[in-house]
């Protein structure tokens, strides 16, 4: 059971690249975030999903895009990568949306965009 | 509007002793969710303890506790007797009940348990 995995662990992009994040869980939980975190910030929500084919904005969701084809798998998608997005991003996931759901996070993927 | 704060950035705390981190939420919605996450130097972020704001009793696992105050709109964590392992970064949490799927996160206390 490997809970909810990342890829990859790090990358280093160039400005005006694109590249795709990577979150799958294997807890057949329905709902799945995607979180950045940025120096004394906490996280922040970029978009999140309540099923399969689902998407939907979160707090920060300018200049990402996600897809969500299957249930264990969350993408999140840069298509033209700025400087503003080197941050470090976590994939969550949780099987409600109640108010005392925990969502279990994965390992986190540090992005630098030079 | 939704907010958390932790005011102290860092926290120096000697092994063994407790320590208490400080987190005050604002909300309106009478049903909400308080947690704390641990966040060590390897990345990853770990569920500590939960909070409902109906919980009549204050939560504990094992040597965390968070004292619940509802009328300070405070949830503090204590780490009893801590040890080396606990130095990391601590984050508090809030989710609505009419919130959706949003979680606020503070912006974290970095503790540091002194050998």
């Known amino acids: 059971n490997a809970g909810v995995t990342q890829t990859p662990k790090f990358r280093v992009l160039k400005t005006g690249q694109s590249m795709t994040l990577l979150c799958a869980q294997d807890m057949n939980h329905e709902y799945m975030y995607w979180y950045r975190q940025d120096p004394g910030m906490g996280l922040r929500l970029i978009h999140y999903?309540?099923?399969?084919?689902?998407?939907a904005k979160g707090e920060v969701p300018d200049g990402y895009n996600v897809s969500r084809l299957k249930k264990q798998n969350f993408l999140l998608g840069l298509e033209s990568a700025a400087p503003s997005q080197t941050s470090v991003y976590f994939c969550?996931?949780?099987?409600?949306?109640?108010?005392?759901?925990?969502?279990?996070f994965g390992p986190g993927t540090r992005l630098l965009v030079l | 509007a939704q907010k958390i704060t932790q005011t102290q950035p860092g926290m120096f705390v000697q092994e063994k002793e407790a320590v208490t981190l400080d987190c005050t939420y604002d909300?309106?919605?009478?049903?909400?969710?308080l947690f704390w996450y641990k966040q060590p130097s390897s990345g990853e972020m770990i569920f500590l303890i939960y909070?409902?704001?109906?919980?009549?009793q204050n939560a504990t696992e094992g040597r965390y506790s968070l004292n619940f105050q509802k009328a300070r709109k405070s949830a503090n964590l204590v780490i009893s007797a801590s040890q080396l392992g606990d130095s990391a970064m601590y984050f508090c949490a809030m989710r609505e009940g009419n919130g959706g799927f949003k979680t606020i996160f503070g912006a974290g206390t970095r503790l540091f348990v002194k050998a």
């Open positions: 909070q409902g704001s109906y919980d009549q």
């Open positions: 999903s309540v099923g399969e084919g689902t998407t």
């Open positions: 909300t309106s919605d009478p049903s909400y969710g």
């Open positions: 969550a996931s949780s099987y409600f949306a109640t108010v005392q759901e925990t969502q279990y």
